[in-house]
């Protein structure tokens, strides 16, 4: 990655981060929106954001930026979904020395209204998070009482697990024997 110079006394950049959940969504118009804000590099990915788990785009960012950096993201929903994540990446940054902003929300942690917008921004975008999933048990729970969903269908097959274990193996050969854990093999034999 290259860095800027912005300043004839410090050696900083603005880097952009954009992020999609779901692999059918367009990063275009975010990526865009953080060349128009100055980013030289954006570094983007179409992962879920409710954890940090499989971020590689992020975690890079992360490693990279170095003090007087900003990150750039279009919304604070784009970097995190979650408070406690959020309020990790934010200490990440300001131990650093990095700044954050956000193009479409009054979002810079460079100022004491910035980082009260993002702690309430934040607290916004996990409720979000939660109506969410709360709406999807719902309508799954809704689907299953109409005798639509059905759920996955099982991975173990548990009449061959009874039938092994009435044979006489226990449960870590039956497991080893069926490639499967032996948790499994349990929750199928109660």
């Known amino acids: 990655m290259s860095r800027a110079i912005r300043n004839k006394d410090v050696d900083m950049a603005i880097y952009g981060y954009a992020r999609v959940s779901t692999t059918d969504q367009d990063l275009a118009i975010q990526i865009d929106r953080l060349r ?25 960012l992360l490693e990279f930026l170095r003090e007087g950096d900003a990150l750039v993201v279009t919304r604070i929903d784009r970097l995190a979904r979650s408070m406690g994540d959020l309020q990790d990446i934010v200490r990440a940054l300001k ?26 921004l934040g607290v916004f975008a996990e409720f979000e998070t939660n109506l969410r ?5 719902e309508g799954i729970k ?10 996955r269908k099982p991975s173990v097959d548990a009449q061959a697990i009874r039938t092994m274990k009435a044979a006489g193996l226990g449960a870590s050969a039956i497991a080893k024997q069926l490639g499967v854990a032996r948790a499994s093999v349990y929750r199928a034999l109660a």
Do not use: H, W
């Not at 128009?36 to 975690?59: F, H, M, P, W, Y």
């Not at 999933?133 to 048990?137: A, S, V």
């Not at 809704?142 to 759920?151: E, I, L, Q």
């Open 95 to 120: 131990a650093k020395g990095v700044a954050l902003r956000a193009t479409d929300q009054p979002i810079d942690t460079s100022s004491a209204a910035g980082k009260a917008f993002l702690d309430m």
């Open 142 to 151: 809704s689907a299953k009482a109409r005798g639509v969903y059905k759920g």
């Open 133 to 137: 999933r709360e709406r999807q048990m």
């Open 36 to 60: 128009q804000a100055g980013c030289e590099i954006v570094r983007s990915e179409k992962v879920t954001g409710t954890s940090r788990a499989g971020r590689d785009e992020l975690n890079t």
